[in-house]
């Protein structure tokens, strides 16, 4: 009975599972044309690195402010997409964008490598300044969705825009609801993360950037999950933003960290299990 048990237990290994991600640190302006070069290349990079996934940074698309233009958005999508598809690449795309109810959303819209559309996240801690009551911020303007999962080559994933990871307690009117560890409750072990955190200099730029990346590696190593990050560039390259682009592993350390300022891309295999 026990050479039977061995025989059963060793039978032959199942090959491991791999998610080969590619992430854009690019610039994010109003300018949709633009938006849509610099993702362009991205997808060009990411073809050429065999990757099965592009994550872009928070409003990576239409330009990351409540008035974006949503026409132009809608037809610069279709056209990313169609390259996508092309090239076969997965997307995580970051962009606002005006869905058929009529709502506007800060989202990351997900696509398989065959264009298929899976869904999008919402971002849920829309921003305010906490220290003024009064002023208007993003959770006046935009709507958001419950929480939810996507499967790329059957791995189970997640997207968060920006805040909804750090909870930031300067722009945040809601309580921290800790979205990575929910998610992680969900199955999910990689979760792409679309930021576009804005540029500083001096003290400001290193508070804020010591708080963005600090939260990212404690909820990467609390979740054991696996973090991509895809932060918005200067688009002038001169100043650095307020958060590293790059792949965190589920101990909270970085894969692959690329520089800042500038527009730069990354590669990495995940071996999620």
């Known amino acids: 009975m026990l050479g039977l048990v061995v025989a059963a237990c060793c039978g032959p290994a199942q090959p491991q599972r791999t998610l080969r991600v590619a992430g854009a640190q690019v610039p994010v302006t109003r300018d949709v044309d633009a938006n849509v070069r610099a993702l362009e290349r991205a997808l060009d990079y990411a073809a050429s690195e065999r990757a099965d996934v592009l994550v872009t940074p928070e409003g990576s698309l239409s330009g990351y402010h409540i008035n974006f233009d949503a026409r132009r958005t809608a037809a610069a999508l279709e056209?990313?997409?169609?390259?996508?598809?092309?090239?076969?690449?997965?997307?995580?795309?970051g962009t606002c964008f005006q869905e058929a109810d009529g709502r506007r959303y800060d989202q990351v819209r997900v696509y398989d490598s065959d264009g298929a559309y899976?869904?999008?996240?919402?971002?849920?801690?829309?921003?305010?300044?906490?220290?003024?009551?009064?002023?208007?911020g993003e959770i006046d303007f935009f709507s958001t969705a419950p929480l939810r999962t996507f499967r790329i080559r059957h791995i189970t994933v997640g997207?968060?825009?920006c805040n909804d990871l750090w909870a930031n307690?300067?722009?945040?009117?809601?309580?921290?609801?800790?979205?990575?560890?929910?998610?992680?409750?969900?199955?999910?072990?990689?979760?792409?993360h679309a930021v576009n955190s804005g540029l500083g200099q001096g003290d400001e730029l290193a508070l804020n950037r010591q708080f963005h990346e600090s939260n990212l590696r404690l909820r990467a190593r609390a979740g054991k999950l696996w973090i991509v990050v895809a932060d918005a560039a200067d688009p002038v390259g001169r100043v650095p933003s307020q958060c590293p682009s790059g792949v965190l592993d589920p101990s909270g350390?970085?894969?692959?960290r690329v520089d800042s300022p500038g527009e730069r891309f990354f590669a990495y295999t995940i071996a999620p299990d």
Request: one cysteine or more; glycine letters at 4%; a positive charge.
């Open 118 to 136: 899976l869904g999008f996240h919402a971002k849920i801690l829309l921003c305010r300044r906490v220290a003024d009551s009064d002023s208007k």
């Open 159 to 161: 997207a968060l825009v």
């Open 79 to 93: 056209r990313l997409r169609a390259k996508a598809r092309k090239s076969r690449v997965a997307l995580a795309l």
């Open 253 to 256: 350390r970085w894969a692959v």
């Open 169 to 192: 307690p300067e722009w945040t009117p809601q309580p921290d609801v800790h979205l990575t560890q929910q998610l992680a409750a969900r199955g999910v072990r990689i979760i792409f």
